[in-house]
């Protein structure tokens, strides 16, 4: 059996370039190209946020699609629910814009989107094989893997730093 693949961010390896939300928002676009998308209306929408924390770091933040999920919890239409793979999603259709979901989200990754009145957040671009972000990261900061394998190889780090010496 399988396991699903979750988003992780080795946050050492981001340098903040804003990389992974341009591939987002051209990903959620109609014309899946970036000089196109930037004239689209609705306009494309980034489901991935990069903060500035002083005095140098960025973080990149994203949906972590909670297992007690808050804002399938609070949403009052319904619109907000799982897939067999455990991705929370919004359906657009039932989302009648009353942000409960932005509001109770422990993360601030709901955004909203004005033009349609509609809430959106990080879906893992169910078409393509690797989310748009994970891809696009050019110092490989996000991974796209299953807890096991991700924590497998932040073992096998630690192991190399202690066996040479340089520790953490």
């Known amino acids: 059996m399988s396991q699903s693949k979750e988003i992780f961010v080795r946050l050492d390896r981001c340098v903040g370039c804003h990389t992974c939300k341009i591939a987002c928002s051209v990903e959620h676009s109609k014309s899946k190209n970036l000089f196109e998308a930037i004239s689209e209306q609705p306009t494309p929408k980034t489901r991935v946020y990069v903060e500035w924390v ?13 297992e007690d ?37 422990p993360y601030g990754v709901i955004g909203r989107h004005l033009e349609t009145r509609k809430a959106y957040r990080c879906d893992r671009c169910p078409d393509i094989q690797s989310p748009a972000c994970v891809d696009a990261c050019p110092t490989q900061a996000l991974v796209y893997r299953s807890v096991a394998a991700f924590s497998g190889d932040v073992r096998q780090d630690v192991a190399r730093e202690m066996v040479s010496g340089e520790g953490r």
Do not use: F, Q, Y
């Open 54 to 66: 002083p005095p140098d770091r960025k973080v990149p933040i994203l949906c972590r699609h909670c």
């Open 69 to 105: 999920a808050p804002c399938m919890h609070a949403c009052i239409s319904g619109a907000i629910s799982r897939t067999e793979e455990g991705i929370v999603i919004t359906n657009s259709d039932k989302c009648i814009g009353c942000w409960t979901c932005v509001m109770v989200c």
